[in-house]
């Protein structure tokens, strides 16, 4: 199957070179800067949702963020073995539906 979709063998480790690096700068994008500036992914946002800190129900801090990020990639696989915690629990981000939240920030 490869070879018909990739002529050569080259052609795949320029094809993953160029498209590994543009989707994980969409990914940034959406898990980083859209939880900063809209206060969710877009996933999140249309199922109206948002991130907020864990403790005190604000916006979240772009190293919190980040950290969510690059903690997702690093769990997402072993996710069942925390016993209910989600990637953002860890990282002091909760997810809730924005009618739920007492007080927006």
């Not at 050569?8 to 859209?34: I, K, Q, T």
């Not at 997702?72 to 915690?85: C, D, T």
Request: net charge positive.
């Amino acid at each position: 199957m490869s070879q018909r979709v990739f002529h050569a063998f080259d052609g795949v480790a320029e094809f993953l070179g160029a498209f590994v690096p543009c989707v994980l700068a969409v990914s940034f994008a959406n898990h980083v800067l859209g939880t900063l500036l809209l206060r969710g992914s877009f996933a999140k946002l249309l199922f109206g949702m948002r991130v907020v800190r864990w403790k005190d129900g604000r916006r979240p801090r772009l190293w919190q963020t980040v950290a969510r990020w690059l903690f997702g990639f690093v769990v997402i696989g072993l996710q069942y073995l925390l016993e209910g915690a989600s990637v953002g629990q860890a990282c002091g981000l909760r997810t809730v539906r924005r009618r739920d939240q007492r007080h927006p920030a």
